[in-house]
């Protein structure tokens, strides 16, 4: 009989060896539970088919089809990545809706002497004990965010607060994208359900009882929106502010971005929708710049004719509760350092 799992923590931690989701690769890459390999029952393309045959010729037609399909790429991943399992291992199996597909995967698996199970409602299961954790309930976590001018390496800092036993969240890891027109990340964004799976997940394993620290950011990181409860307990949330000076701001952002600043071609296509907002000739400066290589320069020069009064308008309207201020002299591993200490310090007193 199909496990129902009734909370995110309860699927989380299933306790079974393995957990398959043998839905189509295309379906897996959008989004799976937490650890599931993916063994398809079908392929994109035989998924395809079937759909069709089920659609234009009868559901019969595609059942039969599709059954024959299916038993032929269980018996190959049996043959294959599933031949070395012994006798005590037990799988977790799902698909879509927990139906057809998994049905038959854990029944013929059963039939070889494995405790298979699995999962009732599927993957859809899964997805709405997300959805409710991030949309539907309020968040239970309290949280702090961690705030300051671009280019003061609030990203870094935070699994330098993690090694002091801070919780934190990191947005920008989760979402690929350092939250900026110049942050895009090698390899691109996950889909937004692969990253608010992300995100329930980190939070399902952090201690409600204790702060959060989370690095201030708009309601949008590139195209992947921060989901609804998360949101308004960032709006809620007090503020620990990252003072340092331009020079050091500059030096660090010219290391940080050097893959993308260093090259003219990237600056030109990724700052071009500045162009009416801050001048043809303001943004062509910055294009000869990162030609020169002049990267300090550039940096500077984003800070202060773009991001500085971005930040100032910002914070003139979303204006919070500060909880303390921690200034440094410089960005480098050691300013890093100081500015954690000091961190870790005010959060652990609130």
């Known amino acids: 009989m199909p496990i129902e799992f009734t909370s995110l923590d309860a699927i989380l931690n ?7 989701d043998v839905r189509s690769p295309a379906e897996f890459a959008e989004d799976h539970i937490p650890g599931a390999i993916n063994l398809p029952a079908l392929s994109n393309e035989q998924r395809a088919e079937v759909g069709t045959i089920y659609k234009q010729i009868s559901a019969f037609d595609g059942r039969k089809i599709g059954a024959g399909m299916v038993i032929r790429n269980v018996a190959d991943h049996i043959d294959g990545p599933l031949m070395e399992k012994d006798g005590a291992w ?13 049905g038959v ?13 699995t999962v009732k409602g ?15 309930d309020p968040l239970p976590h309290r949280i702090v965010l961690l705030d300051g001018f671009t280019g003061t390496a609030k990203t870094e800092i935070l699994p330098r607060l993690a090694a002091r036993g801070v919780q934190v969240i990191d947005l920008e890891g989760l979402a690929r994208h350092r939250g900026s027109l110049l942050g895009g990340m090698p390899g691109g964004q996950p889909s937004q359900k692969a990253f608010e799976t992300g995100l329930a997940t980190a939070l399902s ?11 201030a950011e708009s309601s949008k990181i590139g195209r992947i929106a921060i989901p609804a409860s998360v949101w308004a307990a960032m709006l809620a949330a007090p503020r620990i502010v990252i003072q340092a000076p331009m020079v050091a701001r500059a030096a660090y952002l010219a290391t940080a971005y050097r893959e993308v600043i260093e090259d003219p071609e990237i600056v030109t296509e990724k700052l071009e929708p500045l162009r009416r907002l801050r001048g043809h000739a303001t943004v062509d400066r910055w294009v000869a710049l990162s030609a020169e290589g002049a990267l ?5 020069a984003l800070m202060v004719d773009h991001y500085d009064p971005s930040y100032a308008k910002s914070r003139r309207i ?12 410089t960005l480098d591993d050691v300013g890093q350092e100081r500015a954690a200490d000091g961190i870790a310090a005010a959060v652990n007193t609130w």
């Not at 995967?105 to 039939?111: D, G, H, K, R």
């Not at 394993?205 to 690095?215: I, M, N």
């Open 14 to 20: 299933h306790g079974f060896d393995t957990v398959i």
């Open 90 to 102: 037990r799988p977790l199996v799902y698909c879509w809706r927990g139906g057809q597909r998994s």
């Open 105 to 117: 995967f854990s029944t013929l698996l059963s039939e070889i002497g494995w405790r298979a199970d």
């Open 122 to 136: 599927g993957y859809t299961s899964f997805r709405r004990l997300v959805k409710t954790s991030l949309y539907d």
């Open 205 to 215: 394993k952090l201690d409600p009882a204790r702060p959060v620290v989370v690095e």
């Open 296 to 300: 300090v320069d550039l940096s500077y």
């Open 318 to 329: 979303d204006e919070r509760e500060v909880l303390t201020e921690v200034s440094v002299d």
